[in-house]
């Protein structure tokens, strides 16, 4: 079963940027998809992007292009870049299979917005 390891969050101001890493203990070729997600206080969590293997990528709605979804094949990385951060983008960020699967939710990495 594939081990996922999220990295990266942190505060930042409204308007900065912070970039997610995302370490799989499998080839993400081999895995074929992999997603970023995110859970707010209150909420339900929710798909942010994915990305599978040829390169193709979905983008929730509320991303409006301010974040970029890529991986690093080589080292079985993937990453999200986040920009033009608002305070709505408060959350923990998981990593997991695109779709996901129950068995791979890791602990996920808490992205902070705020002045």
């Known amino acids: 079963q594939v081990r996922l390891i999220e990295s990266g969050g942190g505060l930042v101001q409204p308007g900065g940027s912070l970039r997610l890493s995302c370490a799989a203990s499998?080839?993400?070729?081999?895995?074929?998809?992999m997603g970023w997600y995110r859970q707010a206080p209150g909420k339900q969590r929710e798909v942010v992007a994915g990305i599978r293997v040829g390169g193709s990528r979905f983008y929730s709605d509320f991303v409006q292009g301010r974040f970029t979804i890529s991986t690093d094949n080589a080292n079985n990385t993937m990453f999200l870049q986040m920009n033009s951060l608002k305070p709505e983008d408060t959350a923990v960020y998981y990593c997991?299979?695109?779709?996901?699967?129950?068995?791979?939710w890791g602990q996920g990495t808490q992205v902070t917005v705020s002045s």
């Open positions: 499998e080839s993400i070729v081999i895995i074929g998809g």
């Open positions: 997991n299979l695109f779709p996901p699967r129950t068995a791979n």
